[in-house]
């Protein structure tokens, strides 16, 4: 099975809508001009709400190959749910793509395991792919935790997933977002293969197989490629590094770093 090498930039609570618009224009430049094959390795960004509308326009208008999806969902349908963004909203803006679970919302916002499974189906509904994000904390890593908490997590998630359905895995050591601490490529790869056992014990081989698990944490361009070129290490969902155009290119251009 080849999985398509995927990179994702979550630009988290930063950019405004006309600072949206430039980004991806630029990007979109860089990667053409670098004659970049998106049909060898996706690219997708991850803007606020508040641009997402833009995004699409400019997307659309100019059939950008760039793919696009939303920082998160609700497990709501509609209603009385003030500051909530329903998955139909998110469908009818053409979002390939939602985050769920991201550390930040589990920490900052309480979402549990289980409103993480519920949110990866309410995009599934939508016919919206779920990136889910699992990892550990430094506390748990300490504690001896470091596979037992992703794979809880992501066996919760998977709970209201079906064999066959179309969703992304990001593992994302808390104790390395953002702190400029990462992850080695075999610490990367030891983790995506355990996650990837845990899909196929919960939804079966071939979803396993089919299911791409991305790396997050402190990823540049320096060190993307030792990443990528791991068997089980399908992408990367950047932070930092996709705010900035020439770094993001860079590392969706890995390939040309990769060496055996």
């Not at 430049?29 to 390795?41: M, P």
């Not at 793919?67 to 998110?90: I, N, P």
């Not at 990136?131 to 506390?139: D, H, S, W």
Request: hydrophobic fraction near 45%; charged fraction near 20%; proline fraction near 3%.
């Amino acid at each position: 099975m080849t999985r398509t090498p995927f990179i994702a930039g979550n630009w988290k609570m930063n950019l405004d809508h006309l600072q949206a618009i430039a980004l991806v224009q630029k990007l979109a430049w860089t990667l053409a001009d670098a004659r970049h094959d998106f049909a060898a390795v996706e690219v997708a960004v991850f803007p606020p709400f508040t641009d997402l509308r833009s995004v699409q326009t400019l997307v659309q208008a100019d059939k950008l190959p760039i793919r696009y999806g939303a920082q998160d969902v609700s497990v709501h349908a509609s209603g009385a749910y003030t500051g909530e963004v329903a998955g139909a909203f998110l469908a009818r803006l053409d979002c390939a793509y939602v985050i769920v679970g991201h550390s930040e919302r589990r920490q900052y916002h309480a979402e549990t395991d289980e409103i993480v499974g519920a949110k990866a189906r309410a995009a599934k509904e939508n016919g919206i792919v779920p990136v889910i994000c699992v990892g550990e904390t430094l506390e748990q890593r300490e504690a001896g935790e470091a596979t037992a908490i992703p794979t809880a997590q992501l066996r919760t998630a998977l709970a209201s997933l079906a064999p066959g359905d179309d969703f992304v895995i990001a593992y994302e050591p808390v104790w390395a977002i953002g702190t400029g601490l990462a992850a080695t490529a075999d610490d990367a790869q030891a983790m995506s293969a355990a996650l990837r056992a845990t899909i196929a014990d919960a939804l079966g081989e071939e979803t396993a197989e089919n299911t791409r698990i991305l790396y997050g944490g402190s990823v540049k361009t320096e060190n993307a490629a030792g990443y990528l070129k791991m068997p089980d290490v399908d992408g990367a969902l950047v932070g930092g590094a996709s705010l900035d155009v020439d770094s993001f290119a860079g590392i969706v251009r890995f390939q040309k770093h990769v060496t055996f």
